[in-house]
């Protein structure tokens, strides 16, 4: 069965890259917009992307529990080339389950990730011991989702996890500084699962994607809940708030991507994108980093560009 779980776009070509997951297959392959294409072969699918911030390189996550790093293909190569083993940098390797959610930061070129293994792990890909911390190793708030970097203050991460918990972290002590304060329903425990945490590029704020149909907005100083909202009619799966902090973007399994003011938590556009596949939907969206597209990808095997 084909689907695409992450779609993201790459800065210096002005395309985006799609991920492309083959569950039960070992054959996975990253496409770029352009119709250039380079073929990896992991041990099993990709469940996560991320992009460098100047766009040369990508990072995978898979369900193999490993993190590979790989150089961006030239925009003029050819389509029908062979595989070039030149394009993988590097493996990391320290998870021990499925790698659910990956995060790039410019600032000193930190990458994090969350594992199925209970761990968020800070990395350094181009370090020789590329593993700088490891987050929540005792399990202690459950198993993350997703990660972030927090935009208002660099040396702050936050987490998700699957019990309704989001913790900011500082990054070089590894220890817990904030726990934002969700409300959990202890009769529907599953209901409680954080499906994507993002933080606002410029205030102290970290939103929230929820599976019980809520979008959260937090306090990040205080921890306490600023504004929650019923935003879809299914789980939300995926946000993106755009580089300027204006907009935030939602999908969710009830097949539609919304684009909310962020000032006056409404929204302003809703878009039908995608089919329902084995009852799921949307994966995840994306913002360009300076026009005005936006992108999604689904369960359908579809990845969509809206202007």
């Not at 790093?69 to 030239?74: H, L």
């Not at 700088?132 to 203050?153: K, Q």
């Not at 040396?155 to 699957?162: D, E, M, P, T």
């Not at 939103?207 to 809940?225: C, M, S, V, Y």
Request: proline content about 5%; some cysteine.
């Amino acid at each position: 069965m084909i689907i695409i779980r992450s779609i993201k776009y790459i800065y210096t070509l002005c395309g985006m890259t799609i991920n492309c997951s083959f569950s039960y297959w070992s054959e996975v392959q990253v496409w770029l917009i352009l119709y250039k294409c380079f073929s990896i072969v992991p041990s099993g699918s990709v469940l996560s992307l991320a992009v460098s911030s100047n766009g040369e390189q990508c990072f995978s996550g898979g369900i193999d529990a490993t993190i590979r790093c790989w150089n961006m293909p030239s925009p003029s190569v050819d389509p029908y080339d062979t595989y070039d083993p030149s394009v993988i940098l590097s493996t990391l390797t320290a998870h021990t389950d499925a790698v659910w959610g990956l995060s790039f930061s410019g600032i000193k070129n930190r990458l994090l990730s969350c594992s199925a293994d209970g761990t968020i792990r800070l990395w350094n890909p181009a370090d020789k011991s590329p593993c700088l911390s490891t987050y929540n190793v005792e399990r202690e708030n459950g198993i993350p989702t997703s990660i972030d970097f927090v935009g208002a203050d660099p040396a702050h991460i936050v987490g998700s996890f699957n019990n309704g918990n989001t913790v900011i972290y500082d990054m070089e002590t590894s220890q817990s500084l904030v726990m934002l304060a969700s409300q959990v329903d202890a009769v529907s425990p599953l209901a409680n699962q954080i499906n994507r945490v993002v933080s606002h590029p410029t205030l102290p704020v970290t939103i929230t994607a929820h599976e019980d149909r809520h979008i959260k907005f937090f306090d990040n100083k205080t921890g306490k809940l600023i504004h929650a909202m019923v935003a879809h009619l299914d789980a939300v799966t995926s946000l993106a708030v755009d580089p300027n902090g204006i907009y935030l973007m939602s999908g969710s399994h009830d097949c539609s991507i919304r684009l909310w003011n962020l000032d006056s938590k409404t929204c302003v556009q809703e878009i039908t994108a995608h089919r329902k596949k084995c009852d799921e939907s949307i994966y995840d969206v994306a913002f360009h980093p300076s026009k005005a597209y936006i992108a999604c990808a689904g369960a359908d095997a579809l990845a969509k560009v809206f202007v």
